[in-house]
């Protein structure tokens, strides 16, 4: 049963710390993508990767991280340089040769 | 600067009646265009899609509405259903000048979907 798994589903952090966000896909995907949504937005991208070892900054990257060594994972760290941490981070992917994006279920990052 | 615009924060419309929601552009690059349905703290699933080439696609009681010259596009879903209850994001694609997109995505703002019995 392929799909995209992100976890934790919930996460708390103190202001300072780095932490880093997990997503996993066993679609046998290339791309991949990571966007945050705040109330009331719409989904903003923070970076994607076509293939591995290659990933490029999207719209909102400041404070953020990402690194690509397997095909199947693309880790996000939000680090304490985000002035705004606290949100919905979805990851995405997708196949070559195709346009729609499949999600994950989503964590729900807050900066306490 | 929001290229992709739903500005009905919300609809609500009575199960069995059509529900129709909307999404302006103001790109003309843009080339293929996406649904997307959201449940609260959950990630979005594909619902349909359409490209620049066509003015309609219909997929069961979904139907997406493409005006280019109006930069505007529409899905409709009839008839409607409680479990139509979501979020409802449009999303579009934009070509670069080179012709590739790294299928990047700008998204709008959503739309809440309410379905009453």
């Known amino acids: 049963d392929g799909g995209i798994t992100q976890s934790p589903k919930y996460l708390f952090r103190k202001e300072g710390q780095n932490v880093t966000l997990s997503c996993e896909q066993n679609l046998n995907h290339d791309a991949m993508y990571w966007y945050r949504q705040d109330p009331g937005q719409g989904l903003r991208l923070i970076y994607y990767s076509q293939i591995v070892n290659d990933f490029q900054k999207g719209d909102i990257a400041e404070g953020y991280s990402v690194s690509r060594e397997k095909k199947e994972s693309f880790p996000l760290t939000v680090t304490s340089a985000q002035k705004n941490p606290t949100a919905f981070y979805l990851c995405a992917s997708r196949r070559q040769g195709t346009d729609t994006q499949y999600f994950g279920p989503g964590t729900r990052l807050t900066v306490l | 600067d929001q290229q992709v615009k739903q500005n009905s924060p919300s609809l609500s419309v009575q199960e069995g009646r059509i529900s129709i929601l909307n999404c302006d552009y103001t790109n003309s690059m843009f080339d293929y265009f996406l649904w997307y349905k959201k449940y609260p703290a959950e990630g979005p699933t594909f619902l349909i899609s359409?490209?620049?080439?066509?003015d309609k696609n219909e997929d069961g009681r979904f139907t997406v509405f493409l005006n280019k010259s109006a930069k505007h596009l529409s899905l409709h879903i009839v008839p409607s259903q409680p479990g139509d209850s979501a979020v409802y994001f449009c999303?579009?694609?934009?070509?670069?000048?080179?012709?590739?997109?790294?299928?990047?995505?700008?998204f709008g703002q959503g739309t809440i979907l309410t379905v009453h019995p």
């Open positions: 359409i490209s620049s080439i066509k």
């Open positions: 999303a579009a694609r934009l070509l670069n000048a080179g012709g590739t997109s790294y299928g990047k995505l700008t």
